[in-house]
């Protein structure tokens, strides 16, 4: 793989949209999500003010091309996200542009952000995926683990003693 990564910015934001809409998960052959979805408050919160006290990510790229981001943040009892587990646990999401999905760039990003995450001393990371996404064995091979289930999702997470 020849590309390119650094760490996501506040001036990203753009980035940081286009990831979160392709970070969503619609079944094969259903209606893809309409692009406002990204505005509502249950989504637009995963990336909303970027540069909070815990946030961390990278950017990708193939040359001059995006490729995708991996990027988490923290939450709270007050403001909960889909994978939320505590207030010390950050949520981990990726997107990778389907062009370049199936190639590697997604367990890079992912490995460089569990490696920083745990340089920043988070014990653990979590993530919420689709019962039907093919992401679900991707992460369990990341060493992600289900600890709960939702009508259509479950939520993961990996303990970065794991990486070690």
Same mark, same amino acid.
């Given at each position: ?8 910015? +506040?001036?990203? $934001?753009?980035? #940081? ?11 094969? /052959? ?12 249950? $989504?637009? =919160?995963?990336?909303?003010?970027? /540069? &909070? ?9 193939? @040359? ?13 009892? !007050? $403001? ?7 207030? =010390? !646990? ?8 389907? =062009?370049? %999905?199936? *190639?590697?760039?997604?367990?890079? #990003?992912?490995? &460089?952000?569990? *490696? #920083? ?6 014990? &653990? ?5 689709? +019962? &039907?996404? %093919?992401?679900?064995?991707?992460? @369990?091979?990341?060493?992600? *683990? $289900?600890?709960?289930? *939702?009508?259509?999702?479950? !939520?993961?997470? =990996? ?6």
């Amino acid at each position: 793989m020849a590309f390119t990564y650094r760490f996501i910015e +506040k001036e990203d $934001i753009g980035y #940081l949209r286009i990831s979160l809409y392709e970070a969503l998960f619609a079944p094969e /052959g259903e209606v893809p999500f309409d692009r406002s979805i990204i505005d509502s408050p249950d $989504i637009s =919160k995963y990336v909303d003010n970027w /540069g &909070r006290i815990g946030d961390l990510g990278f950017l990708s790229f193939d @040359k001059e091309e995006y490729v995708g981001a991996a990027w988490c943040r923290l939450f709270s009892k !007050t $403001i909960k996200s889909y994978g939320y587990v505590d207030d =010390k !646990t950050p949520e981990m999401s990726i997107a990778i542009m389907p =062009k370049y %999905r199936g *190639q590697g760039y997604g367990s890079e #990003l992912m490995t &460089r952000l569990m *490696q #920083l995450s745990d340089e920043k001393g988070y014990s &653990r990371i979590s993530l919420s995926v689709d +019962k &039907r996404s %093919r992401a679900v064995s991707f992460y @369990k091979k990341l060493g992600f *683990q $289900i600890i709960d289930e *939702q009508e259509t999702a479950y !939520t993961m997470i =990996k303990n970065m003693s794991q990486n070690k």
